[in-house]
């Protein structure tokens, strides 16, 4: 049964960092790609990174460029997200999403989606 649990988030001030993590089971990581999705309140779904299946990272986000790296663990079956130099209009529920037909990142339905946590950065 093909699982992703994330974790990781939580209350950070303006400038501050976190790593989110993306915990695979079920199914091999990192024979396919991983995508970052974040909802904020209001807003619609914005896929923002990407980790394709040959390790390779796409942002998608103009305004996490820079700022945010997505990774892999594999031995561990996880990606990761790092996030650093947070604003507050980052604030939002982060989702990582896979599908078995996907390797490299492309913007297409997944079928396979983590229930989400929260970052908030606020001061």
């Known amino acids: 049964q093909v699982q992703l649990v994330e974790s990781g988030g939580g209350l950070v001030q303006p400038g501050g960092s976190l790593t989110l993590s993306c915990a695979a089971s079920?199914?091999?990581?990192?024979?396919?790609?991983i995508v970052w999705f974040r909802q904020a309140p209001g807003k619609e779904r914005e896929a923002v990174a990407c980790?394709?299946?040959?390790?390779?990272?796409?942002y998608w986000a103009d305004s996490v460029k820079g700022r945010f790296t997505v990774s892999r663990d594999n031995a561990k079956n996880m990606v990761y997200l790092q996030m650093n130099s947070l604003k507050p209009e980052d604030t939002a529920v982060y989702y990582c999403?896979?599908?078995?037909?996907?390797?490299?990142?492309?913007?297409?339905?997944?079928?396979?989606w983590g229930q989400g946590t929260q970052v908030t950065v606020s001061s």
């Open positions: 079920g199914f091999r990581s990192d024979y396919y790609a």
């Open positions: 999403a896979t599908d078995l037909r996907l390797y490299r990142c492309q913007r297409t339905t997944l079928a396979y």
């Open positions: 980790s394709s299946s040959g390790g390779g990272s796409t």
